[in-house]
C-alpha cells in the first residue's frame, strides 16, 4: 500500500505541491498553513510533488520507481573510481 | 562486456539518437514536430496492431495493446487509473464515447528526455499519442485520443478517448 509523509517541520506551506498534484491527493490546511494528505488512495506516484518540494518535506513509500536507463554506464564507473 | 551491459548501451544510444532529433526538429519545425511525431507514431501503432484481435471493448482493446507493446520489446508499462471522484472506470459520454484515465510508468520518452533535461509534452510525447491512436483504430475501428493531463518524474497520467 502506498505511503505518503509530510514531513511537518519542513513544510513551509508554499502549495506548490497542492497544485501540482494531478488528482487532488494533496490539500492545504489554512489553520496550520500547512499542506496535508486529502486522499492517498488516488496517488499516481508521479512524485512531482516530492521534486517539486522546495524544502524536500515529501516521501513515499511502497511505489515503483522507473527505471533508469537513461544514467550513462561509463560516467557511473568514472565516479565509483574517484569516489 | 556482458549482453546487458551491451543492450543497455544499445538502448542508450537509441535514446540519445531520439532525444536529439526531438531537440533539433522541435526549434525548427515548431508545432508541426508534433504533428509529424503523432503521425509516425499513428502508422507505426496501426503496424504493430494488424494483427491483433479485433474488439469493441475498451478493457480487452488496452489489454490487445499491451500485448502488442510486449510482443515489440517496447518499455510503455501503462496502467488503468480510477480515481475516487469518478463513478466508474470508463466513462460514457452522450456521443457514445468511452473515457478512460491511464497511467504511464516505465516510458522510454520520458527517460530520453530526461537523459538531456529536454522539457516533457513534446514532440515525443506526441508519438506515443499517434501509437496509440493508431493501434486502438486498427483493433477497435474508431477513433482515438490520448491527452496528456500531468506529464510527472515518475509517471504521467493521460486520459484516453475513444469516439464512437
Known amino acids: ?83 | 562486456m556482458n549482453d546487458l551491459e551491451q543492450s543497455r548501451q544499445t538502448l542508450q544510444e537509441t535514446m540519445n539518437f531520439m532525444a536529439a532529433l526531438a531537440a533539433g526538429i522541435e526549434p525548427v519545425i515548431g508545432r508541426g514536430a508534433c504533428s509529424m511525431a503523432y503521425s509516425a507514431g499513428r502508422t507505426l501503432g496501426a503496424q504493430f496492431a494488424r494483427h491483433s484481435q479485433r474488439t469493441n471493448d475498451l478493457e480487452t482493446a488496452l489489454a490487445e495493446v499491451r500485448n502488442v507493446l510486449t510482443e515489440n520489446d517496447c518499455l510503455w508499462q501503462f496502467e488503468a487509473f480510477h480515481p475516487s471522484t469518478r463513478p466508474s472506470l470508463i466513462t460514457k459520454g452522450e456521443d457514445g464515447s468511452e473515457e478512460i484515465l491511464l497511467v504511464f510508468r516505465d516510458c522510454m520518452i520520458r527517460q530520453s528526455l530526461f537523459r538531456y533535461g529536454h522539457a516533457q509534452k513534446g514532440s515525443l510525447c506526441y508519438m506515443m499519442y499517434g501509437f496509440f491512436a493508431g493501434a486502438l483504430e486498427a483493433i477497435m475501428g474508431r477513433r482515438a485520443e490520448l491527452a496528456i493531463i500531468h506529464a510527472g518524474e515518475n509517471a504521467c497520467l493521460k486520459c484516453l478517448k475513444v469516439h464512437a
Open chain 1, 1 to 83: 500500500m502506498l505511503e505518503i509523509k509530510i514531513h511537518d517541520e519542513s513544510c513551509r506551506g508554499c502549495e506548490l505541491c497542492v497544485d501540482v498534484c494531478p488528482t487532488d491527493v494533496l490539500a492545504f490546511d489554512k489553520v496550520a498553513h500547512k499542506a496535508t494528505i486529502q486522499n492517498v488512495g488516488d496517488c499516481i506516484a508521479c512524485l512531482s510533488c516530492a521534486f517539486i518540494c522546495p524544502s524536500g518535506a515529501i516521501t513515499h513509500s511502497n511505489i515503483h520507481h522507473v527505471k533508469n536507463f537513461y544514467r550513462d554506464l561509463d560516467f557511473c564507473r568514472r565516479v565509483e573510481r574517484f569516489l
